[in-house]
């Protein structure tokens, strides 16, 4: 996933943690990492939406000031499909461990 220089400090700050895309089809896969400067952007969600489910909020919650603004980004290609994508920053050096796995071990202990 590629972001805009002007979002990226807020991704590693935890700030911005959704995305909105317009694709032809996904572009990335749930559970993995996609490199961002240093670190990595791990994919937590993919879901399909409708233009119509873009919010204000939603558009605040991705770093944009507006929908318009939002929408303007997102609509660069060619691609019809919105998707709303959830991830987290993984700081270079950190590990990331599935949950599903954490809970493995705990309960093996």
Same mark, same amino acid.
């Given at each position: 996933?590629?972001?805009?220089?002007?979002?990226?400090?807020?991704?590693?700050?935890?700030?911005?943690?959704?995305?909105?895309?317009?694709?032809?089809?996904? %572009?990335?896969?749930?559970?993995?990492?996609?490199?961002?400067?240093? +670190?990595?952007?791990?994919?937590?969600?993919?879901?399909?939406?409708?233009?119509?489910?873009?919010?204000?909020?939603?558009?605040?919650?991705?770093?944009?000031?507006?929908?318009?603004?939002?929408?303007?980004?997102?609509?660069?290609?060619? +691609?019809?499909?919105?998707?709303?994508?959830?991830? %987290?920053?993984?700081?270079?050096?950190?590990?990331?461990?599935?949950?599903?796995? %954490?809970?493995?071990?705990?309960?093996?202990?």
């Amino acid at each position: 996933m590629v972001f805009t220089k002007r979002l990226r400090e807020g991704i590693r700050r935890g700030r911005i943690r959704c995305s909105i895309r317009i694709w032809t089809r996904p %572009h990335v896969k749930v559970g993995r990492r996609y490199r961002m400067d240093e +670190g990595y952007i791990v994919v937590d969600s993919i879901a399909p939406i409708t233009v119509t489910d873009v919010t204000y909020d939603l558009a605040r919650e991705s770093g944009f000031e507006s929908v318009d603004e939002l929408l303007r980004i997102a609509r660069h290609g060619s +691609g019809d499909k919105v998707y709303l994508i959830r991830f %987290h920053y993984l700081p270079p050096g950190a590990w990331d461990t599935p949950r599903w796995r %954490h809970r493995q071990r705990i309960g093996s202990l």
